[in-house]
């Protein structure tokens, strides 16, 4: 184990550094290293990952750790560079891998015909080893490393089209907006350490666990909401959910795996290796739910009425980041890593599969301008109903099952407010999905003229990792639950499921802290009712959608009808402009930081160019013509002078006061 | 040890280069330059392998002559991990500089080879000078070398430039000349008018801490002219404006070095002389100057945003980023201390590599305005990497040399005064802005018509100029990996630092001084601001997101 685990991050790695220094010259040939280095990378993953989730030495209840070198050697402050595999790395080490092999695959196909072939695998091989640093970290250091590391690769990737100034702004956005989240990250690391002395992440947490809660000197909620808010950037919730829509401005692949099933998960990750020190501070975990069950309604209702595909998804993603937040904040945290791996596969093959249908349409992302495509690419067309179907919370489906264990839990934990927002936020989700479904696929082709024609399906390179990303969202949430409720009792059978008990030893401490067990859930009784209610609700959105944008399954047909949608959104003018303008969070933004921000840094450039200096050159002249005395006071200003001794002699009073009352 | 006098070699090795480039033609200036230059590192590389980390915070290989005997003045040289690390950074910049000027520098190339080898001697004599009055003047010579450089290779409005950097500089020299010979003046009263070691480091530290240290007053005084001198080197606001003047107008070498080391010379004197000479005075102005570090991070990273020239806005950021070495120096904590001796070092190689790539671009641009700029990946894509790669290593990206510095330094900071901490931190916030913000502008997009009509001039970045930069880039990587070889070095002159400091206690000012103090200021800025014209009110900034 002591060389398979680095070696799972360093294959790509070797990857990475090997394609950006020959990869120009490999031409079309320069996808084997880094396609290989994650295959290779996948299959030591998978190896690791079983040995982990079995228990089987050296692996010990809470994990096993490499160390590699001392980083950061300075006093008392030690920091080692070590990697760490738990149960949690392990089922995150899963979706990583797996996910980024398919991307990688997909990718050969997707990118085939760009300029910047070898770049793209490249910067590809480079998030796959930042991303793996992240998910193995074993001190908080560390993990701030890749989480800073997987921004970059995030940076270079949405703007890989470095000429487009579009995906230059992007990109910009995106890392700065992270930053934002990374203060607060930052600073919690530094009070973990004021607080513990270590920075290593199961020493500290023991620390803080094993101790009143009084012995510290920064507040434990203090330190809970500081960790937060670095989730909150990576993972794009309100308000620093701005970036993610603009991040789609990178090509597909790249939304699919960092800006959908990946890296866009780390926050929630990150809040579950944290669960003690949120247990410790429930207020904290209050803000938790409330920021992601608002993150999930907001990004629901401008899903609605989007025309972009990418875009749909990427706000139909950070919809349902939200809800895992949500999760994690009234303590369902097993629900909310089952909707991280549901969502994993089930968002990355949306949006490779809306690829493959921005690729059979050459470029175009516009819906309006589909339509029809179902019969043209039906690999595609399939694989996207699957994840549709999936999305909507339709049984027997992953993101079913952890949705559904979601809302359930909340209403049994007693977050009944959380529930019904998420219920609202369900039937959204099916209408949404299934509005994309219909523009893009049902009804008559809107399809360009000239394009019309040369609409062809992906090749198999594409289409291969998508019908396996879809297999997998159709038997991942039957597997991972089985053999415990929902479906378990429904079998005659007991006991927690597959992910419940893997997730056991991570969540031990913080669930001992909080006084709970986490709620069983079965299907008779009021769980049942849950359930009942919640494949309703996302039952009526799917009808709602089908009404008003059509379908075309089997036998069900109906023809769209965009004149009661008109009409519909005529009668609501301000949610729909609402809506359609994502609240004007960018409008906003704008004017505080560009408009504002922009006038306060020209204020400053001026006091220093004019006020600072200017002082400094009246000294010298002063001292120059100290002769003269103070001959500037005849200029007549006299006036001028006398406010700046009158305003220097109240500062001088009022400091003199302020100091001596002391 | 006791055979070579290895510290004299290497300060004076430069020097005996400068000579041999005086007496030869001119055509040789060049490779015997770099030759000197060269052999000044290899042999302050040997002084790496020699230096034994683990003899806490002694000075090692010291020489001492006597050399003014009537007062106790000696030419004693001394090392310690603190003056080795910035040793080995200015070796390590001086033949990178001198290699980067072969090309743009055309003119008097004898002079300026000869200038840029005395500079050397200046900056490595500062750091190893463990004698006042030696001290003072390798501190004098930097200033010589510096100003030709400026005033005779500079830009249009070089002598401006240089005369505001000479006169800022020698105001704050002259009243610390003042001040080592008023604690010299006292150490001889001390200790029954003898004034053997007077001037002696070691003598002079020895009273300072543990005999009972000097006067109140004397330090209150002595800590503001030692201050002055170096609050203007390193710059600290508010005394930071000559240094985007002298940038601007400097040839690229002259900027590296600038930014590289002299900036330095300012936090190396604040740890070795300030701490341990007057730690009643430093606890006193600690929080006066841990404020006046917050408003410089934050104050030249948000000034840094708008600047349209990319000197300018380097030489901004340094203001930003060497807030970050007094913060660091003055909270007192370990940690804090350890990372600004790293962010000393590693803002040498970072931004002295951001203005050789800014050189880069004005050797074939003639122009530095980031308004005219675009595009420039599809044009020089080598270029644009590396620029790529120091820019984020001067936002401070993790596994990178500079994180290690602004983290240790936050974190102490935030054990010490977390309230410092928090506000310092929303650095990164800033950094980001004003270092992508330029990238994008000057790297991404379609070519601009300016370098459009470049054509082929625009070429991409040479081999010698990759050259000059892969040993920053490399040493970037490695003291991001490994900062362990640095900070175990640094380690035992941290130590006896903060013991040194530690022996202080604030010293009660009077309220009314400060007042006076606060209401001088306050009268200056508001007759300032009233008395400008009405024309020169701010610009709104410049848009496009």
């Known amino acids: 184990m002591d060389t398979l685990i680095p070696l799972i991050a360093a294959l790509p790695l070797a990857g990475f550094l090997v394609t950006a220094a020959i990869g120009r010259r490999l031409g079309r040939q320069a996808h084997w290293i880094p396609v290989l280095a994650v295959a290779a990378s996948w299959l030591v993953a998978m190896v690791v990952v079983a040995t982990a989730l079995s228990g089987a030495a050296p692996f010990a209840e809470d994990g096993y750790a490499v160390r590699l070198w001392e980083w950061i050697p300075a006093g008392n402050l030690q920091v080692e560079a070590a990697l760490l595999v738990d149960n949690l790395a392990a089922v995150l080490l899963i979706v990583v891998t797996t996910v980024g092999l398919l991307v990688h695959v997909y990718s050969i196909g997707y990118m085939r015909h760009d300029p910047g072939y070898w770049r793209f695998f490249a910067y590809l091989n480079l998030f796959m080893f930042s991303m793996l640093v992240l998910v193995l970290g074993d001190s908080w250091l560390t993990v701030f490393v890749a989480w800073e590391l997987v921004g970059l690769s995030s940076y270079l990737l949405i703007g890989f089209w470095y000429r487009k100034s579009s995906a230059a702004l992007a990109s910009k956005k995106a890392f700065i907006v992270n930053r934002v989240g990374d203060v607060g990250f930052a600073l919690g690391i530094m009070a973990i350490w004021v607080n513990t002395g270590t920075l290593n992440i199961r020493d500290s947490i023991d620390v803080l666990t094993s101790q009143p809660l009084t012995a510290f000197p920064v507040p434990i909620g203090i330190v809970a909401l500081l960790i937060f808010a670095g989730a909150m950037g990576k993972s794009a919730q309100f308000p620093l959910h701005v970036w993610l829509p603009d991040a789609m401005e990178g090509p597909t692949p790249v939304s699919a795996l960092i800006h959908a099933a990946t890296m866009v998960n780390a926050g929630v990750y990150l809040v579950a290796r944290a669960n003690p020190i949120f247990a410790s501070a429930p207020e904290a975990m209050v803000v938790v739910a409330a920021i992601g069950i608002f993150t999930a309604i907001l990004a629901a209702s401008i899903a609605l009425t989007q025309t972009d595909i990418k875009r749909v998804l990427a706000y139909s993603t950070l919809s349902q980041l939200g809800y895992m937040f949500a999760a994690f904040g009234v303590g369902a945290w097993t629900a909310a890593i089952f909707h991280l791996m549901a969502q994993g596969f089930t968002k990355g093959l949306l949006f490779l599969a809306s690829g493959s249908v921005i690729h059979a349409v050459h470029d175009e992302q516009d819906m309006r301008k589909m339509g029809g495509l179902a019969k043209r690419i039906p690999h595609t067309y399939r694989t996207m109903l699957i994840g549709s179907l999936g999305m909507a919370g339709i049984p027997p489906l992953a993101s079913f099952f952890s949705k559904d264990e979601i809302l359930g839990e909340s209403f049994i934990l007693g977050f009944a407010w959380v529930w019904a927002i998420g219920i609202i936020v369900a039937i959204m989700t099916a209408f949404y999905m299934f509005r994309l479904i219909g523009l893009t696929f049902w009804g008559e082709s809107r399809v360009d003229r000239a394009v019309e024609p040369k609409i062809h399906e992906s090749p198999a390179v594409m289409t291969v990792p998508l019908w396996l990303l879809a297999i997998a969202s159709i038997l991942l949430g039957i597997w991972l639950s089985w053999p415990g409720p929902p479906l378990g009792p429904l079998f005659g059978v007991e006991g927690p499921g597959l992910l419940a008990g893997w997730l056991e030893p991570v969540y031990a401490q913080g669930l001992e802290i909080l006084g709970q067990h986490e709620a069983e859930f079965a299907l008779f009784g009021i769980d049942g009712a849950l359930i009942l209610v919640s494949v309703a609700v996302a039952t009526a959105g799917l009808l709602a959608a089908w009404r008003l944008f059509g379908v075309e399954i089997g036998p069900l047909r109906q023809r769209a009808r965009p004149e009661r949608v008109r009409a519909l959104s005529a009668r609501v003018p301000f949610l729909y402009r609402a809506s359609l303008n994502k609240w004007w969070f960018d409008e906003l933004n704008h004017l505080l930081f560009i408009v504002i921000g922009g006038r306060v840094a020209a204020v400053l450039w001026w006091f220093d160019a004019k006020v600072v200096d200017g002082i400094v050159n009246g000294i010298g002249s002063v001292t120059r013509r100290s002769g003269g005395g103070l001959a500037r006071v005849q200029t007549g200003r006299v006036q001028n002078y006398a406010l700046g001794i009158a305003i220097g002699l109240i500062v001088m009073a009022g400091s003199y006061l302020m100091i001596a009352g002391r | ?545």
């Open chain 2, 1 to 545: 040890m006791n055979g070579l006098p290895i510290l004299s070699l290497i300060t004076f090795l430069p020097l005996a280069g400068a000579l041999v480039v005086a007496l030869l033609p001119a055509r040789f200036a060049r490779p015997v330059a770099l030759a000197a230059a060269l052999l000044a590192w290899v042999a302050s590389l040997l002084l790496v392998v020699g230096f034994s980390p683990e003899r806490d915070g002694l000075f090692q290989f010291v020489e001492e002559l006597s050399w003014i005997p009537l007062f106790g003045i000696e030419y004693k040289l001394g090392v310690d991990g603190l003056s080795l690390v910035l040793v080995v950074l200015t070796t390590t910049l001086t033949w990178i500089s001198i290699l980067a000027s072969f090309k743009p520098i055309q003119t008097r190339i004898k002079e300026y080879m000869v200038s840029f080898l005395i500079l050397e001697v200046g900056m490595i004599g500062v750091f190893l000078a463990l004698d006042a009055f030696l001290f003072y003047i390798f501190w004098e010579i930097v200033l010589v070398p510096m100003y030709l450089i400026i005033g005779i290779w500079g830009g249009a409005n070089r002598i401006y430039a240089t005369i505001k950097f000479v006169l800022y500089t020698l105001v704050g020299s002259l009243l610390m000349l003042v001040a080592i010979l008023a604690t010299a003046f006292a150490f001889q009263a001390a200790n029954g008018s003898d004034w053997t070691g007077a001037f002696d480091f070691e003598a002079l530290r020895e009273l300072a801490t543990a005999g009972g240290g000097f006067d109140p007053t004397l330090q209150l005084l002595a800590f503001g002219a030692f201050f002055l001198a170096f609050a203007i080197k390193v710059p600290m606001f508010p005394f930071h404006t000559w240094l985007p003047d002298a940038h601007v107008e400097a040839p690229t070498a002259g900027s590296v070095i600038l930014a590289g080391v002299l900036l330095k010379l300012g936090g190396y004197g604040f740890i070795r002389w300030t701490l341990s000479l007057y730690p009643d005075a430093a606890q006193t102005f600690a929080p006066a100057i841990i404020v006046l570090s917050l408003i410089a991070i934050i104050y030249g990273a948000i000034v840094a945003l708008v600047q349209p020239d990319l000197k300018k806005l380097v030489a901004y950021s340094s203001v930003s980023h060497m807030g970050f070495v007094t913060l660091g120096i003055f909270v007192f904590q370990p940690q804090a201390m350890a990372g600004a001796i790293l962010q000393m070092f590693s803002h040498g190689l970072i931004t002295g590599a951001l203005f050789l790539l800014v050189g880069v671009i004005y050797e074939r641009t003639h122009d530095r305005t980031i308004a005219k700029m675009g595009g420039l990946a599809a044009r020089t894509p080598v270029y644009a990497t590396i620029l790529g790669f120091f820019v984020f290593a001067s936002a401070g990206l993790p596994g990178l040399s500079g994180f290690v510095g602004e983290f240790l330094t936050l974190v102490g900071t935030f054990a010490a005064n977390p309230w410092a901490a928090v506000v310092a931190t929303f650095v990164m916030i800033l950094g980001a802005a004003y270092l992508l913000w330029m990238f994008q502008r000057v790297v991404t997009g379609e070519p601009s018509v300016f370098l459009a009509s470049l054509g082929h001039r625009l070429t991409d970045i040479s081999p010698v100029e990759i050259l000059t930069l892969a040993p920053l880039g490399a040493l970037v990587v490695v003291f991001g990996i490994l900062p362990g070889i640095l900070l175990d070095t640094i380690d035992g002159s941290i130590t006896s630092s903060l013991r040194d400091a530690g022996t202080g206690t604030a010293i009660a000012l009077d309220p009314l001084v400060v007042a006076i103090g606060l209401g001088l200021v306050a009268a200056a800025v508001v007759v300032r601001v009233v008395t400008l014209p009405t024309g020169a009110r701010p610009a709104a900034a410049e848009n496009g997101s």
